[in-house]
């Protein structure tokens, strides 16, 4: 992994890059323009570790591109992801707050590059514009909404209704259209069954039954979508 501080020539790239962010949209352009320089780059090849579990905070991180994992091991041995982090979505915000060390590693799921907003630069803009912990408190809201909508999804739905809604979600996020139309699987199912907190053995189950009503087929990463309304009903 390599870690760097920008140099000059990027920074206003950086600063594009910040400022469409949800944290830094109605901060001024000056106030992005701090932010951006002191903001460092890291940059980590698929599989690499970001941080580990148990490692002190200094900071939080914005995706630019590629894919985070954030998982835990359980005391089993196994391991559990707890969410998959992808561009223009930030992690780590609540943690500089509470001073404790990570409870959860980070690992890249592709080659990805990350925005690393150090934890002195944050707490002085929140020291001098309140638009700015307008947005950090909206930000770390809408995570817990998430967490929250998580805790609820794996408690009171099926295992077809979490998969049905992840294909659903990631429908959209590709921005099709179709009614019938093809998926990419952004991560592989082992890593899925674990975000939906399944086995990869009910992952399996659950997509041969959506496949047997004939509502997806499945080759690999690719998932065919045969209708769209009639997927959505299953899922209810």
């Known amino acids: 992994m390599s870690v760097e ?8 790239g950086i600063a594009s890059l910040l400022a469409r ?3 830094f949209q109605e901060l001024a352009a000056v106030q992005v323009e701090c932010i951006a320089a002191q903001t460092r780059t890291r940059h980590l090849p698929k599989g690499e570790i970001l941080f580990h579990q148990g490692e002190e905070s200094h900071g939080f991180f914005t995706v630019v591109s590629g894919q985070i994992k954030l998982a835990f091991a359980s005391a089993q041995g ?16 609540a943690l500089m ?18 925005l690393q907003i150090p934890k002195q ?17 909206a930000g770390l809201s809408r995570r817990l909404h998430s967490l929250v909508a998580d805790v609820e999804a794996y408690s009171l739905r099926s ?3 979490r998969v049905i809604g992840y294909l659903l979600q990631l429908h959209a996020q590709q921005e099709k259209t179709e009614d019938e139309s093809s998926l990419s699987l952004p991560i592989s199912k082992q890593v899925l ?4 907190n399944l086995t990869p053995e009910s992952l399996s189950r659950v997509l041969h039954e959506l496949s047997c009503a004939n509502l997806i087929s499945v080759q690999g990463r690719q998932v065919r979508i045969h209708g769209l309304q009639r997927l959505r ?4």
């Open 233 to 236: 009903e299953f899922g209810l």
């Open 21 to 23: 962010l949800p944290l």
């Open 193 to 196: 069954a674990s975000r939906l």
């Open 159 to 161: 295992g077809a209704q």
């Open 5 to 12: 501080r920008l140099p000059r020539v990027d920074r206003p």
């Open 78 to 93: 196994n391991e559990k992801v707890v969410e998959i982090i992808g561009p223009r979505q930030s992690f780590g915000e």
């Open 97 to 114: 707050f509470m001073g404790r060390p990570y409870p959860v590693f980070a690992q890249a799921l592709s080659d990805a590059f990350l």
């Open 121 to 137: 630069t944050v707490f002085d803009l929140l020291r001098t514009d309140s638009n700015f912990a307008r947005a950090m408190l």
